[in-house]
C-alpha cells in the first residue's frame, strides 16, 4: 500500500511538472511588452508599454540597474514608464525584469523580456570656445564656490520622488532654432571637455523659457558653472534642467503646468553668449532632451 501511495504521488508531481511547463509558455505568451521607439539607443529616452495576463495592483521593473514604477493607463488597460538609456551604455541585450502584485490576493508575477540596445550617432565636430579664465582656472575662492555647487547638485539631482507630475508630451521650452546638440563633443580654451548633456536654443537675453511638462520647481537659484539655473522635477527621477537664465519666474517648491514661464534666458555662467541650454535627467542618467520631445506620450 505504501509502495503504491508512493508511486501515485511519484505520477502525480510529474504530471504536475509537465502541465506546469505545457501552461507556462501560453502564460508568458500573454504578456505583451514593447518600448517606443522599438529601437533603443544609447543616450536615448524609452517609453515601455506592458499588458499583463492578470489584473495587477501595480507593476515595477529592474532596468539597468534602475528600478522603475509603472502607471495604469484604465482606456488603454496598459501599464506604462519613461526610461533611459546611459550615454555610457555599451551596445548589446539588457533585460526588463517585470515584478506585479496580482490584484485581489498581491500574489507576485514576473516576467522578463530582453532588448537589444544599439550605438547612436552623436556629432563628432569638435569646436574650438573660450570663455572667462574663472571656468578654466578658477582662484581657490571660486573653487569653494564650485564645490558648494557640486554639494548642491549632488544632494537635489539625485532625489527620486515616488509620485509621476508629468502627463503627455514634452515641449520644446522656447521656439528658437538649435545651436548644439546632445552628445556632441566640446572644447573650452584648447581643453577638451566631456560631451554635451543637453539642448541649445539659440535666442537672445530675455527670451521667455517654458516649463517642458508639469512638475514642481526643484531648484532655481545661480550656481557657478551653470548660471541662474531652474530644475523642474517631474517626478519618479525625470528632471528637466534649464541653465544660463537671465532672471528667474518661478521659485523653490512652485507647482508648474507644461508651458508656464519660468525664467528668462540669458548667458550668465559658464556660457560664450546668450542662448538657452536645457538637459535632461533620469536618475542621474541624461538623455538627450530632441528625442525625448519626439515621443509620443499617455
Known amino acids: 500500500m505504501i509502495r503504491r501511495f508512493k508511486g501515485l504521488v511519484a505520477r502525480s508531481a510529474a504530471w504536475a511538472v509537465f502541465v506546469v511547463s505545457l501552461l507556462s509558455p501560453a502564460v508568458a505568451a500573454n504578456w505583451a511588452v514593447r518600448a517606443q521607439p522599438p529601437r533603443l539607443l544609447n543616450g536615448a529616452p524609452v517609453l515601455f508599454r506592458v499588458k499583463t495576463p492578470a489584473g495587477l495592483d501595480a507593476l515595477t521593473a ?24 546611459s550615454l555610457e551604455t555599451i551596445p548589446g541585450k539588457y533585460a526588463l525584469a517585470l515584478t506585479g502584485e496580482r490584484a485581489g490576493d498581491h500574489t507576485p508575477v514576473t516576467f522578463t523580456r530582453t532588448f537589444a540596445v544599439a550605438a547612436a550617432k ?42 509621476r507630475e508629468w502627463s503627455g508630451r514634452f515641449d520644446a521650452p ?28 539659440r535666442v537672445p537675453t530675455g527670451t521667455p523659457v517654458a516649463a517642458m511638462n508639469s512638475g514642481t520647481v526643484l531648484l532655481a537659484r545661480p550656481l557657478y558653472f551653470e548660471g541662474d539655473f531652474v530644475v523642474i522635477d517631474h517626478g519618479q527621477g525625470l528632471l528637466t534642467l534649464y541653465l544660463h537664465l537671465s532672471e528667474f519666474k518661478v521659485k523653490e517648491g512652485d507647482v508648474v503646468k507644461r508651458g508656464d514661464i519660468i525664467g528668462l534666458s540669458g548667458g550668465t555662467g559658464r556660457a560664450t553668449g546668450p542662448h538657452l541650454h536645457v538637459a535632461v535627467r533620469w536618475q542621474g542618467t541624461y538623455l538627450d532632451p530632441a528625442r525625448l520631445m519626439q515621443l509620443a506620450l499617455p
Open 62 to 85: 529592474s532596468w539597468l540597474g534602475h528600478e522603475i514604477i509603472f502607471s495604469y493607463n484604465a482606456s488603454a488597460k496598459t501599464w506604462f514608464a519613461l526610461a533611459g538609456v
Open 174 to 201: 522656447a521656439e528658437a532654432d538649435i545651436s548644439d546638440v546632445f552628445g556632441s563633443q566640446r572644447i573650452f580654451n584648447g581643453v577638451a571637455q566631456s560631451p554635451h548633456l543637453g539642448l541649445d536654443f
Open 122 to 163: 552623436y556629432p563628432r565636430i569638435k569646436v574650438e570656445l573660450s570663455v572667462e579664465k574663472k571656468f578654466t582656472e578658477p582662484t581657490p575662492e571660486q573653487q569653494e564656490e564650485i564645490a558648494e555647487g557640486q554639494k548642491i547638485k549632488q544632494d537635489y539631482l539625485n532625489r527620486i520622488t515616488p509620485d
